[in-house]
Structures are given as structure tokens and as C-alpha cells.
């Protein structure tokens, strides 16, 4: 069974910075991409970075050049460092990756449980 097990949030002053972690354990062929999505009170859950197996990256307008996405492709990781952090990027953070169980299966989502993260101003 795959799990995603994110950790790195917590409340932090606006202009602050925060990093978080997700790591992918279990039985899987293929990690294909790996991201963050984000989803504050009220509203849509929204994308915030993802990365390809391959490194192509994709970054929410609201979040580029304040975070940076990154992978970790032997620990099945994927961090997401947060600089630069304003009252409106409060929200829960979670982990999600898009895994191919066997070689000749479908890959599927896999959601992590989510992290609060809080930014005061």
C-alpha cells in the first residue's frame, strides 16, 4: 500500500520561511510527479508546484520566485521550500503524487494527510 507521510508545517510571521517534506513509502514501479496542492478556508483546493520524474517544474503565479520545489528521486521525496511567506499562504498543505504500482499498471493520485500551515501578520 503507497503512503505519502508530509511533514514541515507549523505557524510562522509573515516574510518568514517554512519547508515541507513528503516522503512516498510502499510498494510502487514509478513515481511520475509529485506536488503540492493547497487548500485554505473556503475555498478550492488549488495547485502550488509540481515536478516531473523527468525535473520539469510547474509553479502556482501566486508562489513563483518565493517557493521552490524539489525532488529527491532515491528517497522518493519531494520538498517544497517556502521563502518569503505572506498571511494569504495560510492554508493546509498537502503532499500529492501521481504512482505507478506495477509496470504495466495505470498510475493513479495519492494524497498525503495534509499540513497546517499558518502565517502571521
Known amino acids: 500500500q503507497v503512503q505519502l507521510v508530509e511533514s514541515g508545517g507549523g505557524l510562522v510571521q509573515a516574510g518568514g520561511s517554512l519547508r515541507l517534506s513528503c516522503a512516498a513509502s510502499?510498494?510502487?514501479?514509478?513515481?511520475?510527479?509529485m506536488g503540492w496542492y493547497r487548500q485554505a478556508p473556503g475555498k478550492q483546493r488549488e495547485l502550488v508546484a509540481l515536478?516531473?520524474?523527468?525535473?520539469?517544474?510547474n509553479y502556482a503565479d501566486s508562489v513563483k520566485g518565493r517557493f521552490t520545489i524539489s525532488r529527491d528521486n532515491g528517497k522518493n521525496t519531494v520538498y517544497l521550500q517556502m521563502n518569503s511567506l505572506k498571511p494569504e499562504d495560510t492554508a493546509v498543505y498537502y503532499c500529492?503524487?501521481?504512482?505507478?504500482?506495477?509496470?504495466?499498471?495505470?498510475?493513479?493520485?495519492?494524497w498525503g494527510q495534509g499540513t497546517q500551515v499558518t502565517v502571521s501578520s
Open positions: 510502499g510498494r510502487f514501479f514509478l513515481i511520475n510527479v
Open positions: 500529492n503524487a501521481l504512482i505507478r504500482t506495477s509496470a504495466y499498471g495505470q498510475p493513479r493520485d495519492y
Open positions: 515536478i516531473t520524474s523527468g525535473g520539469i517544474i
